[in-house]
T-cell receptor, first 114, second 114 residues
């Protein structure tokens, strides 16, 4: 699986957009970008995933560059409850074979402040 | 509906004792994963179950660790002759099928070996 690089920490003001970057320059054509987050003392929570098109759901938007070497997770209106560690994970599609185990890096610790 | 549940939530044991950690996945989910998160370390994969079979045990750190799953539902992770380095939060996740993109995590069991 491709390696990802994320900043160790970021701050965001409540109500503003939080833009979390992820670098995955060695990503392969059949690898997806996943984002999970872990709020303190809880298990990780799935946010979103994508292959090459931008994706949006009720939680966030995922913007993937055209060369797929980097992506940005956008929380459009951050709240205090969005304070968490955000993990960017690159993984082959489960349909390509292999198992869907997740390999977590260190993530980005996002602090949302009033 | 009910999410993934784990028990106990906290376990303190003496070095050398055996412990059993339990995971109840979401009903109907065929894939089940165990991870652990140590202080200062990221989340690491331990084992994957598809039904009652474990096709990927590559993350188990030693032969003191074993896991089973019965009836395609409940899973038990057993650690024999616990060591202090086994202290960690043990997380269980499940997904609907082997090729699902999203994994649902439980709250974890915090194991402390004294």
């Amino acid at each position: 699986d491709a390696k990802t690089t994320q900043p160790p920490s970021m701050d965001c003001a409540e109500g503003r957009a939080a833009n979390l970057p992820c670098n995955h320059s060695t990503i392969s054509g059949n690898e997806y970008v996943y984002w999970y987050r872990q709020i303190h003392s809880q298990g990780p929570q799935y946010i979103i995933h994508g292959l090459k098109n931008n994706e949006t759901n009720e939680m966030a938007s995922l913007i993937i560059t055209e060369d797929r070497k980097s992506s940005t997770l956008i929380l459009p209106h951050a709240t205090l409850r969005d304070t968490a560690v955000y993990y960017c994970i690159v993984r082959v599609s489960p349909l390509s074979g292999g198992y869907n185990k997740l390999i977590f890096g260190a993530g980005t610790r996002l602090a949302v402040h009033p | 509906g009910a999410g993934v549940s784990q028990s106990p939530s906290n376990k303190v044991t003496e070095k050398g004792k055996d412990v059993e950690l339990r995971c109840d996945p979401i009903s109907g989910h065929t894939a089940l994963y165990w991870y652990r998160q140590s202080l200062g370390q990221g989340l690491e994969f331990l084992i994957y179950f598809q039904g009652n079979s474990a096709p990927d045990k590559s993350g188990l750190p030693s032969d003191r660790f074993s896991a089973e799953r019965t009836g395609g539902s409940v899973s038990t992770l057993t650690i024999q002759r616990t060591q202090q380095e086994d202290s960690a939060v043990y997380l269980c996740a499940s997904s609907a099928t082997w090729n699902s993109y999203e994994q649902y995590f439980g709250p974890g069991t915090r194991l402390t070996v004294t």
